[in-house]
């Protein structure tokens, strides 16, 4: 399966254009974290790409992602791609993360949504301008990004085995800088 076919699922199954910037944010980190490993880009990408494309139509944490995973063995998307999914919400779907690719999905995915309100409270709203030490500033003020479970991603940068303020927080934040503007997060926003 290639992006492109990804993509089409992703876009039959959400309509909601922040939740497809959420997924191109967490496919842009994950292809980040397969070049830093030395891994598929193409299959990291993808599984970044995919991974909440049931949330629209199945929005809780008893549904999503379970009851995606049949849709996408439908879609054809290959069986290990399936399995990192549904790794993603262990907790919920019995799977564990087990592998590097697994553990890099756990650890990206809420943190491309602090990322991203503290690029859209900037006043240019340009992913570009965003630091990593205005993440950091956001990241202690709790009540900024409140949705943000903080938990996952430093439980998630440590199996990952990457620390967060030093590795995590630099890489997710070139991967997004790296398509601002597909996240339409380039300063169209501002005005």
Request: contains cysteine.
């Amino acid at each position: 399966m290639n992006r492109d076919e990804a993509l089409a699922i992703v876009r039959e199954f959400v309509q909601n254009e922040n939740l497809i910037n959420h997924m191109l944010a967490v496919e842009a980190a994950m292809r980040a974290y397969a070049r830093k490993y030395g891994e598929d880009e193409e299959s990291w990408g993808r599984v970044g790409l995919l991974h909440d494309f049931d949330w629209e139509i199945h929005p809780t944490l008893e549904q999503h992602p379970m009851d995606g995973a049949p849709i996408l063995r439908e879609r054809g998307v290959p069986e290990e791609d399936i399995r990192t999914i549904l790794s993603h919400a262990a907790e919920q779907s019995g799977v564990p993360r087990v592998t590097l690719r697994d553990r890099a999905l756990y650890a990206v995915d809420e943190l491309t949504g602090l990322v991203t309100a503290v690029a859209l409270v900037r006043p240019s709203k340009d992913i570009r301008d965003v630091t990593v030490k205005s993440i950091k500033k956001k990241w202690k003020d709790r009540a900024f990004a409140a949705g943000v479970i903080r938990e996952d991603v430093e439980r998630g940068c440590a199996e990952l085995g990457v620390d967060l303020w030093a590795e995590h927080v630099p890489l997710v934040l070139e991967a997004m800088q790296g398509i601002a503007a597909e996240l339409g997060l380039d300063g169209r926003l501002a005005g």
